[in-house]
């Protein structure tokens, strides 16, 4: 089964903390995952693609194929961090499959 | 570039009205979607079209029928609409076998 599982529904740190959303998957064949955010009252984007391996906004993620997970991380959380975000598998049918997704709320 | 448009943005109805929710996008696409988005539950496909001239079933089909009607349109129709129908419904699009899609605004949808 192709299923994308995000534990959290809600993530709260403060401001400066270390900040890690889960994401974990199940996939038979090599995924390609990415990361959308959705910031208040704006659309979905996409926020980053582990085939490209770079920090956006500071934000890293590392697939882990042992793990089947693709974590997102952010060493200083900040409050513009404050969104809903949704872990995403392309699988073979050219669909997007998503995770329920983690409201994380940055506070000060 | 306005990227991918839906209207309307908020539309109330009464249980057993129809309406049809609009997308179009202007980046040239061939791939175009339409998702539900519930709490708790995340995206589900309700619809895609891979090409203009074909549509397909997504995860939750029941109750909504789409219509491609040219490569930059793909509308979403609810024929007799039911309370379990209320959701914020997203359109994306992306280029034929693109793994990157682009969303619209969404819209906010009561049936009450």
Not at chain 2, 10 to 31: I, P, R
Not at chain 2, 55 to 68: A, F, I, Q, W
Not at chain 2, 101 to 109: D, K, V
Request: charged share 20%; proline share 4%.
């Amino acid at each position: 089964a192709q299923r994308v599982t995000q534990p959290e529904k809600l993530l709260s740190v403060f401001k400066g903390a270390p900040v890690e959303l889960k994401c974990n998957y199940s996939y038979s064949g090599s995924p390609e995952l990415f990361w959308y955010v959705q910031y208040s009252r704006q659309r979905l984007q996409l926020l980053l693609r582990h085939v490209s391996r770079e920090s956006i906004k500071g934000f890293t993620a590392d697939l882990n194929k042992g793990e089947t997970s693709f974590h997102l991380k952010k060493p200083f959380a900040q409050e513009e961090d404050s969104a809903m975000y949704y872990c995403a598998l392309f699988n073979q049918g050219g669909k997007l499959i998503f995770g329920q997704g983690t409201e994380l709320s940055v506070k000060p | 570039n306005a990227g991918v448009t839906q209207t309307p943005k908020f539309q109330v109805l009464k249980t057993g009205q129809s309406m049809t929710l609009q997308c179009a996008q202007d980046m040239n696409h061939n791939s175009m979607y339409w998702y539900r988005q519930d709490p708790g539950m995340g995206l589900r496909l309700i619809y895609y079209s891979a090409s203009e001239g074909t549509t397909d079933k997504g995860e939750v089909p029941n109750g909504y029928n789409v219509s491609r009607l040219n490569k930059r349109e793909f509308s979403l129709r609810l024929e007799s609409a039911a309370p379990s129908q209320t959701s914020v419904y997203f359109c994306a699009s992306s280029e034929l076998g693109g793994t990157i899609q682009y969303f619209g605004a969404g819209t906010r949808l009561s049936v009450l």
